[in-house]
């Protein structure tokens, strides 16, 4: 099983930045992509940004390249997510996700969840 916490989500003006972290507890953390996604009101929780095992390769959603990094400390059990040039549209409820092993973290229905953290972006 793995146990994630969310943290760094708040209120900030358009142009801002916020990092989020995700605490992650339980077993072979550094085998697993690790993801970040996102649902705003009304929509489909979407894929955001993920990291590799190792942090060898990310990707992200084309709305936010450029925009938002993600990275991870497998000596802390911790992924992060680095916005910026943040925008009204990114506000939305951000989870971390956890790959299983075995499966993509694509697979939503098989990833471990956190609880989500609230961002809002106000213009």
């Known amino acids: 099983q793995v146990q994630l916490v969310e943290s760094g989500g708040g209120l900030v003006q358009a142009g801002g930045s916020l990092r989020l972290s995700c605490a992650a507890s339980g077993r072979a953390f550094s085998s697993r992509t690790m993801g970040w996604f996102r649902q705003a009101p009304g929509k489909q929780r979407e894929l955001v940004a993920t990291?590799?095992?190792?942090?060898?390769?990310?990707n992200y959603a084309g709305s936010v390249k450029g925009r938002f990094t993600i990275s991870r400390d497998n000596a802390k059990n911790t992924v992060y997510l680095q916005m910026n040039s943040l925008a009204p549209e990114d506000t939305a409820v951000y989870y971390c996700a956890a790959q299983r092993i075995g499966y993509s973290i694509t697979s939503r229905e098989n990833n471990y969840w956190g609880q989500g953290t609230q961002v809002t972006v106000s213009s």
């Open positions: 990291i590799t095992s190792i942090g060898s390769t990310t």
